[in-house]
């Protein structure tokens, strides 16, 4: 069954570092999310991305943030300078028809 | 913003027992999706309600679309120890696909 693949799966960083974040979502699908998760916090809502731009974002996603679609697989969320307040879980999803939201396993942002 | 809380926040239940969760918000949702998260693993979906009033299954899992659109159930029965985990309810209102995730339930079964 196709899946969302996600890496690295950990990622440490400095702080003021910037760290890429690489997706592949399944390949037939057509829109694409980011979602940050606190440990042991709820979900939240980055940005969407489709036909190569930003659809939708969150009062998260702020001038530090960027979304990339580099090629025809590939989906990248960048952190140009990192807090530690960045640290967290950090999920792509991707969905054929902007309902269905599928999730890969994530990557675990350590910032120090 | 909106909210959406989730009820209850943990539970123990005994294998083989039925369990019952729901998720309610001050707001219209026109679509809930609800989730299953194991520890240090992304959500995976289970169930999608796309109707007020809808009831859906899959396998032991069911859920429904509660009638004010402001709320949703998910039912699991006969539950068994692999059902241990973090259950989401995610709901989307009119004009967006910014889903807002619940505050989860964790549910812990005693074997």
């Known amino acids: 069954e196709p899946e969302v693949t996600q890496t690295p799966s950990h990622q440490v960083t400095q702080m003021g570092q910037e760290v890429i974040l690489r997706c592949v979502p399944i390949?037939?699908?057509?829109?694409f999310y980011w979602y940050r998760q606190i440990l042991g916090q709820k979900v939240e809502f980055l940005v969407s991305?489709?036909?190569?731009?930003?659809?939708?974002k969150s009062e998260i996603f702020d001038d530090q943030f960027s979304v990339e679609r580099p090629d025809g697989s590939n989906f990248t969320l960048k952190i140009r300078s990192t807090k530690l307040e960045d640290s967290a879980m950090y999920f792509c999803?991707?969905?054929?028809?902007?309902?269905?939201?599928?999730f890969g396993p994530g990557t675990r942002l350590t910032v120090l | 913003g909106q909210q959406l809380n989730q009820s209850p926040q943990s539970m123990f239940i005994q294998e083989g027992e039925d369990v019952s969760m729901n998720c309610t918000s001050s707001s219209i949702f026109n679509t809930w999706l609800w989730y299953k998260q194991d520890p240090g693993e992304g959500p995976v979906l289970l169930i999608a309600?796309?109707?007020?009033?809808e009831l859906t299954s899959n396998g032991r899992l069911t859920a429904q679309f509660g009638i004010t659109r402001k709320d949703s159930f998910l039912n699991i029965s006969a539950s068994i120890p692999s059902d241990v985990g973090i259950y989401f309810c995610?709901?989307?209102?009119?004009?967006?696909?910014?889903?807002?995730f619940g505050t989860g339930t964790r549910l812990k079964v005693l074997a």
């Open positions: 309600l796309y109707k007020a009033g």
């Open positions: 390949s037939n699908h057509l829109y």
């Open positions: 999803a991707s969905s054929f028809n902007h309902r269905e939201q599928f």
């Open positions: 995610a709901g989307v209102t009119s004009g967006t696909y910014k889903y807002i």
């Open positions: 991305f489709y036909n190569n731009e930003i659809s939708e």
